[in-house]
């Protein structure tokens, strides 16, 4: 139980275009998720957190415009890259957190997407 | 602010042998929870154990456990039996009930064959 995917696994896009990353809980109900980006051989930085139907909570120095993201259902969360340039290539992390039993304390991730930005 | 610190940054074990990995965080909050995730080469994020502050007894998950000192807010795992699968990085992170995990930078286990 408590499985969240991630598409795309990888993608590569010219400066510029815009890049969106899909995460879905496939057998819970996530009230909250998260998006995180992380850098080679360094933890996991929490850029926003979305709950379903409200507008995301981002974190400070992380540009609101420029990462869209959008948490229409209990299911998927969307973010979506704007006008993206060769500093945002990184790996991307969703996480999940749900309601009843563990899952309402407990964030389970995604597989990742990495970004590569030409 | 919460702080959630992992002192060895790598570490390695020999296959079959028994390792543990440290983690201290700072808090004023008296209700949370602890977690152990490993990130394997593959980068997805292994939810490893659990630990629920108000419970004094310490987490298992078959060949892994934790010594949790509330007091000492100290919150270490332990791997027995290491297996080569178990090479990756292992993260340690603070969830205050509610509110949004705070993860330690990492120690990156090695297990030799």
């Known amino acids: 139980g408590a499985v969240v995917s991630q598409h795309p696994s990888w993608v590569i896009c010219k400066s510029g275009t815009s890049v969106k990353i899909e995460c879905r809980s496939l057998?819970?109900?996530?009230?909250?998720m998260f998006w995180y980006r992380q850098f080679p051989k360094q933890s996991l930085m929490l850029m926003a957190t979305?709950?379903?139907?409200?507008?995301?909570?981002?974190e400070q120095g992380v540009e609101k415009d420029k990462f869209l993201i959008n948490h229409a259902s209990l299911t998927l969360s969307t973010l979506t890259v704007t006008s993206a340039h060769p500093e945002d290539s990184s790996f991307y992390i969703c996480?999940?957190?749900?309601?009843?039993?563990?899952?309402?304390?407990?964030?389970?991730f995604g597989p990742g997407t990495r970004l590569t930005v030409l | 602010a919460q702080t959630v610190t992992q002192s060895q940054p790598e570490m390695s074990v020999q296959e079959a042998e028994t390792v543990t990995l440290s983690c201290t965080y700072d808090?004023?909050?008296?209700?949370?929870?602890l977690f152990w995730y490993k990130q394997p080469p593959s980068r997805q994020m292994i939810l490893v154990i659990r630990?629920?502050?108000?419970?004094?007894q310490n987490a298992t998950e078959n060949r892994f456990s934790v010594n949790f000192q509330k007091a000492a807010k100290s919150f270490s795992l332990k791997i027995s039996d290491s297996q080569l699968g178990d090479t990756a990085m292992y993260f340690c992170?603070?969830?205050?009930?509610?509110?949004?995990?705070?993860f330690g930078e990492g120690t990156q286990l090695t297990v030799n064959p």
């Open positions: 996480s999940a957190r749900g309601e009843g039993g563990k899952s309402t304390d407990t964030q389970y």
């Open positions: 057998d819970f109900q996530a009230t909250t």
């Open positions: 979305s709950n379903e139907g409200s507008k995301a909570t981002y």
């Open positions: 808090t004023s909050e008296s209700n949370y929870y």
């Open positions: 630990q629920e502050a108000y419970k004094q």
């Open positions: 992170a603070f969830n205050p009930s509610g509110s949004r995990l705070t």
